[in-house]
């Protein structure tokens, strides 16, 4: 997580995983291993073909179009519901639930409504929902959200498995989506 788009990289990512698993290699289960993916439709149903036990990832943010457009500009290519029915089709094949990546945005992705349509999206797949309390950067309009115990809370009364990530390295802006170089002022004296 956090270099890139994995599967933009298909080929190299399949040898890595065959070298991490390997005995000769890393020896590493492949349930102890998540691929993080922003949604390449294509690209996870030729992964399913390969039937790994691994977790996949998907990074939503948002269970409607217009608004993960906003957030994820990739989603204008695919839409929420062509990426829905892939990962219905990843668990078919594989039946390997799928983690669903979601960054809890105040007054964005955080009301009601969405954990209600995110519910519907899930309904009847097994999956998990990873609520990621956004981390505060002082250069950006987007905020922690303020809801993310009620989101998980609407989740559940649907039966949807939602956690919180714990948040680590925020006190150093070291936490995910805070690693960048900030640029020091220098004043001439």
């Known amino acids: 997580m956090g270099i890139g788009e994995p599967l933009d990289n298909f080929d190299t990512v399949l040898r890595f995983l065959s070298l991490v698993n390997s005995p000769d290699g890393l020896n590493i289960g492949m349930r102890h291993i998540s691929l993080s993916t922003c949604g390449l439709v294509e690209k996870i149903d030729k992964l399913a073909e390969h039937q790994l036990q691994l977790t996949l990832s998907v990074s939503l943010h948002a269970p409607d179009d217009e608004t993960r457009s906003k957030l994820m500009p990739v989603n204008r290519s695919v839409g929420v519901e062509k990426l829905f029915d892939t990962c219905r089709r990843y668990f078919e094949k ?10 809890m945005v105040d007054g964005v992705n955080d009301s009601d409504w969405q954990a209600d349509l995110l519910a519907s ?64 002022l220098h004043t001439d004296d």
Request: contains cysteine.
């Open 94 to 103: 594989t039946g390997r639930r799928i983690s669903y990546e979601y960054a």
């Open 121 to 184: 999206h899930l309904k009847g797949t097994p999956g998990h929902v990873n609520l990621i309390p956004l981390n505060h950067v002082a250069e950006s309009p987007l905020k922690p959200s303020r809801r993310v115990a009620q989101f998980q809370k609407r989740l559940e009364s649907h039966g949807i498995t939602a956690t919180v990530r714990r948040k680590l390295g925020g006190d150093i802006d070291a936490s995910c989506g805070q690693l960048r170089r900030k640029a020091m």
